[in-house]
């Protein structure tokens, strides 16, 4: 149901606040929920207290409700909402005493743009992965087709809506190629910035193809950032760890909790899937030439990875080839000074596997462990 006045996109239905459900007797107690707010033009609102109103509906989505509670959070400036159904201000019961195997259950969200009670309906959703995983509450442990289960109801949500990084509200799709979960986006993370004259091969630094300052705000107001993402040094991109080149990487390095950066071999399953190296890269590009240079060989983007050409910063000093090469490191050291990475090419569709100094500064794309 869509209210005139307001309404939510659901980004994220449900996700498993607490690890320790798997391993533990105890339930969860709160569980992690997001929401993208417009207002009725479709505009987003973007830091703003908004009242929420989460209501736990039983059998139906005009069913009763079992548990009701509110809160006040702050959409970020992307719109996004993040809240934890179980954490608010209770009205209705307790959330820890829902009997969820008597399900199906619904949540209902009601809004108030203002921050307010004068909460309208924004939607009601059917809760899907949660129930299996609280279900389990009384177990010591879960089955591993229960586990199985939730996972793969999880993976349908992310393929479907993407997910948030929680360290700064940047959202992102996500594409399933093989038996790989990649991140169809260039990395956004901006903790620091550097202009493209300052480098190191063992300190870490980020930079924003044409920025040259250390203001993290005006370098992610440029059109650049918008549209390509940051370039990292290897030291950045691994965030401090040790170079590994087992499969699967290990090594969350610069990534999002739940993901890590690909190690060599994990770049080279994925080309391998798509084909081999000298066709793999055409399937991987984003097709035309939005953001790529003509000819833009062979592009079809097929896999559905979006690969785009953000250029790179180099060793000593400026920023090259944007919109003709895509650059993206993995977490295999080469030597003490080098590293493994993958580049496209506007002019060919091969996947390029080489290694360069680790001062350069090149994109990063993330897989799920």
Not at 179 to 205: F, R
Not at 297 to 320: M, V
Request: charged share 15%; net charge negative.
């Amino acid at each position: 149901m869509i209210n005139t006045k307001h309404f939510i996109i659901l980004t994220l239905i449900f996700a498993l606040a607490f690890q320790s459900v798997f391993v533990h007797a105890q339930s969860p107690q709160k569980v992690a929920y997001q929401m993208v707010v417009r207002n009725a033009s479709g505009e987003l609102v973007k830091e703003s207290t908004v009242g929420v109103r989460i209501s736990i509906l039983q059998g139906s989505a005009e069913g009763s409700a079992v548990y009701v509670e509110t809160h006040a959070p702050q959409s970020n400036i992307n719109g996004l909402v993040s809240l934890a159904v179980g954490g608010g201000t209770p009205l209705e019961n307790t959330f820890a005493d829902i009997d969820w195997a008597s399900g199906p259950y619904f949540l209902k969200a009601e809004t108030d743009l203002a921050g307010g009670s004068s909460y309208s309906i924004s939607g009601i959703t059917e809760i899907l992965s949660v129930p299996y995983a609280l279900h389990v509450k009384t177990a010591e442990t879960v089955s591993g087709t229960v586990l199985a289960r939730i996972e793969a109801l999880e993976e349908s949500q992310l393929l479907k809506y993407g997910f948030t990084d929680a360290r700064d509200g940047n959202h992102y799709q996500v594409v399933k190629i093989g038996n790989q979960v990649w991140m169809a986006e260039n990395l956004k993370y901006l903790p620091h910035v550097a202009g493209p004259g300052t480098g190191s091969t063992t300190a870490s630094y980020c930079y924003v193809y044409g920025y040259d300052g250390t203001n993290v705000t005006d370098a992610k107001a440029t059109a650049n950032y918008s549209a390509y993402g940051v370039l990292y040094n290897w030291s950045a991109a691994m965030n401090g760890e040790a170079g590994s080149n087992i499969n699967p990487g290990g090594i969350q390095g610069v990534c999002p909790a739940g993901w890590h950066l690909p190690g060599d071999a994990e770049w080279t399953e994925l080309t391998d899937y798509l084909g081999g190296a000298s066709v793999a890269g055409s399937k991987l590009k984003e097709s035309g030439t939005t953001h790529w240079s003509s000819p833009n060989e062979g592009a079809t983007n097929e896999s559905g990875f979006s690969g785009l050409p953000a250029g790179y910063r180099g060793a000593n000093g400026g920023f090259f080839y944007i919109e003709i090469y895509g650059d993206w490191w993995s977490s295999a050291e080469y030597s003490t000074d080098n590293a493994w990475f993958r580049y496209l090419s506007a002019s060919d569709s091969n996947v390029h596997r080489f290694n360069f100094a680790k001062a350069h500064g090149f994109s990063v794309r993330c897989v799920r462990d």
